[in-house]
Nanobody, 126 residues
Framework: QVQLVESGGGLVQAGGSLRLSCAAS?????????MGWFRQTPGKEREFVAV??????LYAASVKGRFTISGDNAKNTMSLQMNSLKPEDTAVYYC????????????????????WGQGTQVTVSS
């Protein structure tokens, strides 16, 4: 059974930094996985933040240059370093994973993912 557990969320002032982590268990070694971060605020759809796919690192325009995604396949962990945080980054952040089956651009969509974590709250105060 696949389980994704996020950690590292919290409250930070605008301009500050946070590092989110995602620990994955139960991922079979038979596949390579795309692993991504999404975020959601009340009343809005879950939106793409960043993804590690094949050898690609893709970012949403709103976070590019401020956020960095990284992963350790051997440890089945993934991180999101978030710098220069803004109040509009406030959201619940979700880790997601799925076996690699198509091109990297496909993993910008929530519907492409088989597995999700429970989310971690990030609040950026102004």
């Amino acid at each position: 059974q696949v389980q994704l557990v996020e950690s590292g969320g919290g409250l930070v002032q605008a301009g500050g930094s946070l590092r989110l982590s995602c620990a994955a268990s139960g991922l079979t070694g038979s596949y390579y996985y795309a692993m991504g971060w999404f975020r959601q605020t009340p009343g809005k759809e879950r939106e793409f933040v960043a993804v590690l796919s094949w050898n690609d690192r893709l970012y949403a325009a709103s976070v590019k240059g401020r956020f960095t995604i990284s992963g350790d396949n051997a440890k089945n962990t993934m991180s999101l370093q978030m710098n220069s945080l803004k109040p509009e980054d406030t959201a619940v952040y979700y880790c997601a994973a799925t076996p690699l089956r198509s091109k990297s651009d496909d993993y910008l969509r929530t519907t492409s993912y088989d597995y999700w974590g429970q989310g971690t709250q990030v609040t950026v105060s102004s």
